[in-house]
């Protein structure tokens, strides 16, 4: 009885503190800023991600609450439980009558730049005009001008090192602070700052293009005399370290001597930095602004090498989600691809091969739910869902060099097999179907498909088992078996590929058979004890977006009656992660992360069903709501309410802002902005016509040879395939000319187009059922099937 009693107290004071303390962990406070340009690298008010390029281990965010002048936060965001606030700093200008200026400043904009931070501030007739931005990994300059408008005087600079007000506000993993020592060293300061869990010692420089250090949380220029209309530059030089503090210093002193060159190539990276990326299929200006700040989330939350990393590691979002995740390295893998396939990949084997030679052979082959940067698994006992294979034949199909291609797939090959092995030996049931331990390892955490209404935070609740046969965990299964199939094939394993592939065909015949629901029209999860599981989510049409399903009557089905319905999951804003008609739909008490609202991976998915199946102005209204609702939030968020299209919530619920300048969602925001979903269609016996960015198309009925096939780099079996130099496809119309379907026409009529100059070349091949045809980009041309070579 004193155990009960015990128990009670201690969920009655959680849920007290949860809803008292946690709902609203974020500073509220009135800015005493004004801010403008994205994304906002604002600390206390976004979730998550900082400005950290070039894969540092650090990064910053200015401070708008207060009108000190460059006030801002540094942030560690090595991959721990520790990421998180490390440090502030604010500058001033001393003059020699005694004043102090900029602290406060009278008045202070800043101005965001996906690379840089940029502020302006005046005080009684001085300006100081302040940019932070990355010179190298870890090693980062804060540079001022200071201008004296009317005033003359001998003044100095000031930089100032100061408490953290913010603490860990930003980061929902608990951590012990094992202290923080600032102390003068040569003409900078050393910050030293301990962590007991997981025990890191972090070493940070800070050394001023000249000056001295006046204490142990001072860093003081020159003195220079200024006239009216005189200006006065200044630098600090910020140099991060998690090896050791000499490294930090070293860096720094190198990087003063040479400050200026440093400065133009910072110039010169971001600029082609954007030239890399290729041009959305949009004329929108704010549809533009999108696939720049997901590009460049992407990019800033990738880490270089450290500690286990001897690749490129990316993760969701650096201080609130500070690991590299399961499903969404790969998932991520995929946008970065878009600039660098060399990093995509890195990455994903990064991954793969963390627990590939594991000790305990129960780990071997697994992807942990998350790993630290010594590629050590957080909660090992769970995995997430295996999006690999997706991602790897997609990364390969963007490579512009076939011989790098090609050693990439052969090394992830025995990777994916591997892992492969895991979850048959793991979580696999008796029924030949596979099931997830519980509601994390789903990489959907809290979904009600899971557990019923509770008031336990996602990150509590995930965790309690399941083992539900899902739905989307046996699609992602069959992905794994059919792209490892595809990759064995291009690597010359054809016996390993034959075995693959019909285990793929038979996992799809058993989700056909075993999780499809006749009464509810619908693929549905079911319970350990066989029961189907009634709740609607997007998995219900997952068979259908995976290709693991032949069966025409079922998708159009549940696109009819569930996809396309209004009161289920036909937005306004985009596809709601829970059915609107779901009593567990978006209880702000309990429904808030995956109980409602938009994660940009239902949506992808919506829209590749949508256009592959025939419904093509169907998909182009939802990538219209979508791209509106992503545009003009200042940034790339984790969820989005499905009601309002406002930014959502985060793991820990109402108040807590959703992760800001957010990896998955980048990703599917760039994959839809580029029109990635339209790469495959099918023909049916009555389309006549068919238009978009297509790479191939084909006649509905046999299981497509990558998972979803819109993943596949060409289709020699198809109806019809593009060919181009590079991954990039040029905009198709093409119609029927003598009435027929097309699958039964002997005439067609043809356009390619490149709208936005995305192709390398001015001609296109066109290969229908086996036939060449080499068709200029920009011109009408009406073909006849017949023959071997293009009349016009």
Known sequence: MDRFFLLIFFFVTFRYFYFKRLKKPL????????????????????????????????????????NKAAYSAMFTTITSCAAGRLQEFAVSLKAENGKTYFSPAAQRNIHFNPYSIEEEAEDRGWKLLSKMFFLKTNLAVLQLRIQSGSNEG???????????????????????????????????????????????????????????????????????????????????????????????????HQAREKLTLLTQKAKRRWDRFEKRLPSPHTAVEGEKEVFGLSAWALNNNLYASRNGLSRWASLPCKVYFPFIWGWDTPQQAIGISEWSPFKASHSLLNQLEANSLHKKESLRGQVPSKLSDSLCGVLSFYSQSPLQSWS???????????????????????????????????????????????????????????????????????????????????????????????????????????????????LAE?????????EEQAWLDRHPDGRFLR?????????AFVGATNNLGRIKSVIENHLLDEEKFWGKHGIPSVSFSSPSYNHEEDGYYWRGQIWLINTYSALEVLFRYGYTKEAEKLRSRILKTLSGAGGIF??????????????RGPGDPAAFQFGMSSAWAMQILMSRYQQFSYLFEDTTQITGYIRSADTFGDYQSTSPPSAAPLNNNAVFYVETPGHELPHMSLQSADGK???????????????????????????????????PIGRSHRLSLSAAVANY
């Open 535 to 543: 709740e609607l989510t997007p998995v219900a049409w997952w068979p």
């Open 741 to 775: 379907p097309l699958i039964q026409s002997s005439l067609v009529d043809v356009q390619f187009t490149d709208p936005h100059n995305n192709l390398l070349t001015e001609q296109i091949d066109l290969y229908w059922q086996g036939e060449r045809f080499r068709l």
């Open 27 to 66: 500073n509220q406070e009135t800015p005493q800023a004004v801010f403008s340009g994205a994304p906002h690298y604002i600390a206390g008010r976004t979730n998550g991600s900082p400005l950290s390029e070039l894969g540092s281990h650090c990064g910053y965010k200015a401070i708008i609450e207060e």
């Open 392 to 506: 790897a034949v997609t990364v390969a199909q963007r490579m512009q060099n076939e011989k790098q291609s090609g050693l990439f797939l052969r090394k992830i090959m025995p990777l994916l097999k591997s892992n492969l092995n895991w979850w048959e030996n793991n979580r696999q049931h008796s029924t030949g179907l596979f099931y997830y331990l519980n509601g994390m390892e789903s990489g959907l955490d809290d979904s009600p498909r899971f557990y019923p209404r509770r008031f336990l935070p996602s990150f509590i609740a995930g965790l309690l088992p399941c083992n539900i046969r899902a739905v989307d965990l046996n699609c992602w299964l069959f992905q794994s078996y059919m792209n490892s199939a595809y990759i064995s094939q291009v690597a010359g394993q054809a016996s390993w590929a034959s075995q693959l592939y019909s285990r793929g065909v038979e």
């Open 638 to 651: 984790e969820t989005y309410n499905a009601l309002t299209g406002e930014r959502g919530w985060s793991s």
């Open 510 to 518: 058993k989700i056909d058979r075993d999780l499809w629901c006749e």
């Open 154 to 252: 001998t003044v100095q600079p000031e930089f100032h090192l100061l408490a953290p007000r913010g603490k860990n506000k930003e980061n929902p993993y608990p951590r012990l602070s094992g202290g923080r020592r600032c102390r003068p060293q040569e003409e900078g300061m050393l910050l030293t700052t301990r962590t007991r869990l997981p025990g890191q010692v972090l070493h940070t420089f800070f050394l001023p293009s000249d000056g001295e250090s006046k204490n142990k949380c001072t860093l003081t220029g020159q003195g220079v005399k200024l006239l009216p209309g005189e200006e006065l530059t200044w630098s600090v030089i910020v140099s991060f370290s998690a090896d050791c503090q000499q490294k930090a210093v070293e860096k720094a």
